[in-house]
């Protein structure tokens, strides 16, 4: 017998049944405030949670809607049953895919009167360019910043992953966050720490060249972007970006471990103590994943651990050959709630600046050690200044790199400012931002 | 017709043969302050500068003196011209290098009784334990201090340099700088830009597991740093390491494109935005250059620049989302003379900062960008932040490490506080620690 509402189940499909509600009918919902939404009933997409409507509107875009928000549905027309229309509307079944715009490269254009990049391009405005987009999903597209990524804040942070909550409550089957590169390794993370236990992959991509460049990566980053969320096994937080300089390969590589290592290079973003998750062919636009060692997606929006506040008094701070503890002192007197240092080696500072870390503690700021070598694992019981720092009450940060212990001692302060439960949190591996197995092959090779 | 004199030649040949002296013959030298060396005369080391006696202490070690510093030459007792003695000694003729210790985990011993290590095996113990030295050299050791290498600063910087100088204007054949691995990369830099034009190299070594223990890189690390300061083409600073985790080859890496990639790895030194000079067969221990862009060895002494000051209130600040700007601000109030910034991407910071930096420049601080991708070049006229960062008078840094922009500014800020002046030297390229020709393979291949 043929299903007219495949995919759907339980309540929602009692209240379409009772409407005589079909795929391919012509419905009408009604939300709170009068919002009426009204366009093709689509089929129910596997991996949304089992509350959501799907509808084409008359835009191309599919839309998935909470049955909890929908307060009355019309059927405004419907076509015969097993006809050919409704066969029609089957096949062409698209998942939602959610774009959040949030600047950068991927959205600018050059200024032909300065020569400059300025972000300027929306992302409904880049799938006019990407027309290959509209093969894999359906979209809708929101911007919520147009601003170059050295200007975002943990405030920021805290919008994106509001809103990426609200699109996943909202029934979309996939979501992908355009940004700038310079900082979209941070975002990342923040994200990575506010949404977990994800039923879907959030895909971060940008663009080393502009998308109105003849050389752009963007439209390819952004299908593999498309790809990863809708098609990827694992629930996290991912930044999707050409694993090569050639058009051939995109890695999606976690959040909490990847870093832009290179200024220029499209290639730039690398995973760091880690492998990338998954690889996409861009030829043929498959996705493979290639590290086991995943969290794989949630049953739905109501399994989603939600926490997206920052501390924005937590500094960085980087050691060198003469650093100066008044910087330390400074943070301490301006009431700093956290400090990362980046340190030497296994986790090291000149020990001169030890008497500084130890009132920092003592007024209840978080230290947390990270290694400028990023590569590596922090050691602070090797060496006698490592053992000193642990005991002035510094926190190690194991193989997190120092943006992401930046990133996650901000989201851990918002919090709790309790030492002893910073301590905890910080060492405790919510997103696997911290790789208990390094092998021997994590290290790249370098050509000489 | 024999050469009693091999090597040596003009004002010392002159003063040597009026005194009688010849190859094998025991000398005793005056200098001033009633210091005295005795022992037997050595042929004349091609590299060594004209002025330079070398004579073999009866500690094994062979010793260069300037003949600008001997009062009086005493000849003590000759063995019969050509005989079998003096073959002898010409033959085992070796050339003198000098091993400056600065303490590191090349120098440093397991305390058992806490397992944490410490610094405090002497150079000249380690000879002890590497008797495979004594076949390339003999060996003027001196401890200038035995510290871990966090607690290096600037005043550090300069004794070594100092000690460097005096070394070569006492004729020795190579210089080897035993060093601890943190900050080793820093003193490299320091050491290229206060000792320019060199007439040999100068090797920089160290270790990343104590050399007590049967996994020491240290021998083998420090056969090749001699090899290298012996029989390199270069008058450049190098970090000699290991290139690979085992035990068949080690890199001379360019001091002011070296960094510590890795926590704990033995080949943790990677050259970046460049290739390393020469690798170091230590099989065999020989030496094969592999960048042909390199400083030739100068003629001597006589041709070095040396200036070793630095200016210690210099400060590299990191970039980050959410970076305050009273961070600058704090730097500007405390009359800092220059700051480092280690950007994002091609040299940005948040533009919200552009006012703090502007007033910084205003009040005669030198700021300077680089980026924290670490690979790539900085190029602050692609995005409108980067330009109006030049605008507030931010000097770029190009492709150089955050870690070499600090130190040069240091070193540039002892010299001149005068911003043009600065900036000039900052863009000037004194060491190659600007790599005008980026090819593709400088970046190397992530293996996943």
């Given at each position: 017998m043929d299903d007219y509402l495949p995919g759907y189940r339980d309540f929602v499909r009692s209240v379409l049944e009772k409407h005589g509600a079909r795929i391919g009918c012509r419905i009408r919902l009604w939300l709170a405030n009068n919002m009426v939404f009204e366009g093709i009933l689509m089929p129910h997409h596997e991996f949304s949670s089992s509350d959501i409507i799907v509808v084409k509107l008359d835009n191309g875009y599919n839309i998935g809607i909470s049955i909890n928000r929908v307060s009355k549905i019309d059927v405004v027309e419907c076509i015969e049953r097993g006809g050919a229309r409704a066969q029609e509307v089957i096949q062409k079944q698209k998942p939602v895919v959610k774009i959040l715009g949030c600047g950068g490269t991927i959205a600018s254009r050059v200024e032909y009167e300065t020569g400059a990049v300025k972000p300027a391009m929306s992302p409904a405005e880049l799938m006019e360019i990407i027309p290959e987009l509209k093969d894999f999903a359906g979209y809708d597209v929101e911007v919520l910043f147009n601003i170059l990524s050295e200007d975002m804040t943990p405030a920021h942070w805290k919008a994106i992953a509001e809103s990426v909550y609200k699109s996943i409550a909202n029934g979309v089957d996939g979501i992908v966050v355009t940004h700038g590169t310079d900082t979209m390794g941070y975002t990342a993370a923040a994200l990575a720490f506010s949404l977990q236990n994800l039923p879907m992959p959030i895909a971060l991509v940008g663009a080393q060249r502009s998308s109105d460049r003849p050389s752009t990566d963007a439209a390819l980053n952004l299908l593999a972007a498309v790809v990863t969320t809708l098609k990827a096994p694992f629930g996290e937080v991912v930044v999707v970006m050409h694993s090569t300089p050639s058009d051939t390969e995109a890695f999606a590589h976690r959040g909490v471990k990847?870093?832009?290592?290179?200024?220029?290079?499209?290639?730039?973003f690398q995973s760091i103590n880690d492998f990338p998750l998954a690889k996409i062919d861009l030829m043929k636009m498959e996705i493979k994943t290639i590290n086991n060692r995943f969290i794989p997606r949630s049953k739905g929006f109501e399994e989603i651990k939600f926490s997206a506040s920052f501390d924005d008094k937590v500094a960085l701070v980087k050691a060198y050959p003469?650093?100066?503890?008044e910087i330390i002192d400074f943070l301490v007197d301006k009431k700093f709630h956290g400090i990362v240092i980046e340190g030497t080696g296994l986790g090291h500072i000149g020990s001169y600046t030890i008497e500084s870390i130890r009132r920092a503690v003592e007024e209840g700021i978080a230290v947390v050690m990270t290694t400028q070598t990023l590569f590596g694992r922090v050691n602070m019981n090797v060496y006698t200044t490592g053992r000193r720092l642990l005991e002035a009450g510094v926190i190690p940060g194991e193989d997190m790199l120092p943006e992401t212990a930046y990133v996650k001692l901000s989201w851990v302060l918002a919090q709790t400012r309790d030492l002893k439960e910073v301590k905890k949190m910080m060492l405790t591996n919510y997103v696997n931002e911290i790789n208990p197995v390094h092998t021997h092959n994590l290290y790249p090779i370098w050509i000489h």
């Open positions: 990847v870093r832009k290592m290179h200024s220029s290079r499209r290639d730039a003469g650093f100066q503890s």
